[in-house]
């Protein structure tokens, strides 16, 4: 008899989940999804927006730049979180910064992880000032496995929703806009609301201005080829097909995500998909990323001390 590749991924996974008692490895939750499903998280998401509004994130200068990390994996106490973290705060010039998800590596640690990331306070729940540096979260596969969803959500809230940065004079600048990709796909009704949201302007009413920049960020990436996650790997390919096809036609300047562990620039229909370096300890190099909001958008990448890695 012949096997297919799942096939063979699927048993080989099954021997994995009888054979170890590793708590990182939700072996269930990477063959058969998380719980509950990416319907339901939207769902969820939608009537806590609904409570709170849209964020404005009040920037110094129409040049301010953005601070943006991802896969901390957190399941000890962290150096190049704490780095991160401590040096987006100090930066006079970051009003935002941005986890790209798998926040957590395991079940329990997600009370931990927020501790560190008390200097930088929660972009949904702040009193948004040009002196605060907020921080932005989307949610990545480990946050989910292990039936996390309801714990992530009493902290952050929401896992799809969009915000704008303005001027201390209500200028707008630019939009940015969150979308839960934890599962491997986006689901019928988040990306309707994509469309519908990059297909209309939705200004605040104290302006007319038109968005500078529109940026999507979110975990799974776009292009790469990974199957080392299970279903949450990549989108399937008819939902990649419509998730750029929206991208282009709504103006979306770039696509920031993780998930890979490792740096990919692409370019592609008119946006730049940019998948950043994981910033998890002990996984050289680490990077995280600078970009620099002007008239245009310039990223840099640093990497962290070689003695904390």
């Not at 926040?103 to 640690?109: E, F, I, P």
């Not at 970009?291 to 001390?305: C, M």
Request: aromatic content about 12%; proline content about 5%.
């Amino acid at each position: 008899m012949k096997f297919s590749n799942f096939q063979i991924f699927k048993f080989s996974n099954l021997l994995l989940l009888l054979s170890s008692c590793n708590p990182n490895y939700d072996m269930a939750g990477m063959l058969n999804g998380s719980s509950p499903e990416v319907s339901t998280r939207f769902e969820q998401s939608m009537a806590y927006n609904d409570s709170v509004g849209i964020p404005a994130v009040v920037v110094p200068s129409a040049d301010y730049r953005v601070y943006v990390c991802t896969d901390s994996h957190i399941d000890s106490v962290p150096t190049n979180l704490t780095t991160f973290v401590q040096g987006a705060a100090a930066d006079t010039l970051c009003p935002l910064a941005i986890h790209l998800g798998d926040l957590v590596n395991a079940q329990g640690h997600i009370p931990y992880a927020v501790s560190l990331l008390q200097g930088l306070p929660n972009l949904l729940t702040t009193n948004h000032s040009p002196l605060t540096t907020t921080l932005a979260t989307t949610l990545g596969n480990h946050d989910i496995y292990f039936n996390q969803w309801d714990e992530w959500r009493g902290y952050f809230g929401t896992s799809v929703y969009w915000f704008y940065t303005m001027l201390p004079d209500s200028t707008v600048l630019d939009r940015f806009i969150c979308l839960d990709s934890s599962e491997g796909t986006l689901g019928t009704a988040q990306l309707q609301w994509l469309q519908e949201l990059l297909t209309t302007n939705h200004l605040p009413l104290t302006t007319n201005h038109p968005f500078r920049h529109t940026i999507v960020f979110t975990h799974t990436h776009l292009f790469k080829r990974d199957n080392s996650q299970g279903h949450t790997s990549n989108y399937a390919i008819e939902e990649t097909y419509e998730l750029t096809s929206l991208l282009e036609q709504g103006g979306v300047e770039m696509y920031w995500c993780g998930h890979d562990h490792s740096r990919e620039i692409t370019q592609y229909a008119g946006f730049t998909a940019i998948i950043v370096d994981a910033i998890e300890d002990h996984y050289p190099p680490a990077f995280y990323m600078i970009a620099d909001f002007s008239d245009q958008i310039n990223y840099r990448f640093i990497q962290l001390p070689s003695d904390s890695l």
